[in-house]
């Protein structure tokens, strides 16, 4: 017969069995609250704090590990009634079921944190702690209004640092009980009247660190309400740093203490001043490399434009029309030579050319003739020479006419160029050459001395003047 086939056995080792089973809890149990009592208390070297928590039903291993345990502001004792605020695991080592403790607080401020807690859930729903709904502080109060009891250490911390910080921006206190029943009542009423009068930027609702049960008037929701419809802004500093209540999560800004409240009000003086300080001296720098830019501007401006003023552009162009003066008697003096030569050859050549002359020739030449010639031959020589001498003297006039004529159009062209060259032509236009008792002209006022004789030629006729000292509305020119 056959024997029956066993399965294979699926087996795991109780490590592997009880990583499992954590893994199980932690993935399926959130972060939860448990009330119980505090039994079996140990405080280890190490600083971590381990305890039974436990009701009349059952009971739970707890371990708070010392980070935590040194947040809390009163240390456990065994037979306390506690609400812990944990995560459920497994202790491998032992196996055991137990809570890892995040926060753990007395178990009557239990019933408060549950409802702290739904109130912070709902309003935030509503968006009532939205940062686009929360107001700018002013960064340079007129005034500073403190909403505090006027007998608790908050307001002389507050006014102190203000004291400090800014001491001329006055302070008002608008007194309000900061605990007990109907303390959130009085703090509405408080801020109403704060926002009617409108005679601060800026409200400090601010009180010292408590419970959570002192701390409770903080948490009300008319307050929160009120708080967010205050039209000041409103700076919350209620209790310590890890204080956190409805109004500091739903004013403009939360501080850690009311001392930081008033930092965050007030601007610093000293600081402001060495700012100020510091600006002006920044300032003067930029005003004095500005102030010497202008000025080396206005030093280039006054050398350009003394540069174009028309007496020196006048003492220039009178420099140049000395050069151009010399420049035109040397080269008329030149074109005289030249057309005086030309002319001499020409008369040379005229000379040697003459009609006359060869008249004489012919006659000459005659007289030998007529004694070899008859009358008839000679009648007819004389009249052809005659003819000839005729049509010579016609060509003769014709070519001197013509000779002339040319030369009267380039003598008409070297006049007008001369004219436009010629200093009389400046001087039509209103000038004056202005030279001094020896004849030199005159470039400079301060070539001649007071009571020197100077001598101005105009277009027509001359000014014999004598140098007076300039007045001062002249003195610039």
């Known amino acids: 017969m056959n024997e029956p086939v066993v399965p294979a056995r699926d087996i795991v080792s109780v490590s592997a069995l009880v990583r ?14 448990v009330e119980g009592e505090i039994s079996n208390l140990a405080r280890p070297a190490s600083g971590h704090l381990y305890f039974t928590l436990k009701d009349e039903f059952a009971q739970v291993r707890c371990a708070m590990f010392r980070t935590r ?18 995560r459920v695991t497994l202790y491998e080592a032992r196996g055991e079921f137990q809570l890892v403790v995040e926060s753990l607080e007395p178990a009557g401020e239990g019933r408060l944190r549950r409802a702290f807690e739904a109130l912070r859930a709902r309003l935030e729903a509503e968006g009532l702690f939205d940062a686009a709904h929360k107001r700018a502080i002013p960064r340079l109060a007129q005034r500073i209004g403190v909403l ?43 801020l109403k009247t704060a926002a009617a009068r409108a005679e601060c930027d800026v409200l400090l609702l601010v ?66 001043r060495e700012r100020t ?18 000025a080396q501007l206005l030093q280039s401006l006054h050398a350009r434009l003394d540069r174009q003023q028309p007496r020196r552009r006048l003492e220039a162009h009178a420099q140049r029309l000395d050069e151009l ?74 070519a001197m006419r013509h000779r002339l004529a040319v030369q009267q159009a380039r003598y008409a062209a070297l006049l007008r160029e001369l004219h436009a060259l010629s200093p009389l032509a400046t001087l039509a236009r209103g000038y004056a050459i202005v030279r001094d008792a ?40």
């Open 207 to 272: 009180r010292g660190g408590g419970s959570l049960e002192d701390l409770q008037a903080f948490n009300d929701e008319a307050l929160a309400r009120a708080v967010r419809a205050c039209p000041i802004p409103v700076i919350a500093g209620i209790g310590h740093e890890t204080d956190v209540s409805i109004t500091d999560l739903v004013a403009d800004l939360r501080a850690a203490t009311p001392t930081a409240a008033a930092v965050a009000a007030s601007p610093d003086t000293a600081d402001w």
């Open 438 to 477: 020896e004849g030199r002209a005159l470039r400079h006022a301060g070539d001649v001395a007071e009571g020197s004789r100077i001598t101005a030629q105009l277009a027509h006729g001359r000014l014999h003047c004598r140098v007076e000292p300039a007045g001062d509305d002249e003195a610039g020119l």
């Open 325 to 398: 003066d010399g420049r035109l008697r040397r080269a008329l003096a030149a074109h005289l030579r030249q057309r005086r030569q030309r002319q001499a050859q020409l008369l040379m050549r005229l000379a040697a050319q003459s009609p006359r002359r060869r008249l004489a020739e012919q006659r000459r030449r005659l007289k030998t003739a007529q004694g070899r010639l008859e009358p008839a031959t000679l009648r007819r020589r004389m009249q052809g020479l005659a003819g000839h001498h005729e049509a010579l003297v016609r060509r003769l006039a014709a």
């Open 277 to 294: 300080t510091r600006l002006t001296l920044r300032l003067h720098g930029a005003l004095q490399r500005r102030r010497q830019r202008l």
């Open 20 to 33: 499992q089973a954590r893994g199980l809890l932690e993935m399926n149990l959130p972060m939860l609250w």
């Open 69 to 86: 345990a040194l947040l809390l502001r009163e240390a456990p004792a065994n037979g306390r009634q506690v609400l812990v605020r944990a």
């Open 148 to 190: 505090t009891s006027p007998a608790g250490a908050a307001l002389r911390d507050v006014l102190t640092t203000l004291a400090r910080r800014a001491p001329q921006i006055p302070v008002i206190v608008y007194p309000v009980p900061v605990q007990g029943d109907g303390a959130a009542a009085k703090i509405i009423a408080m």
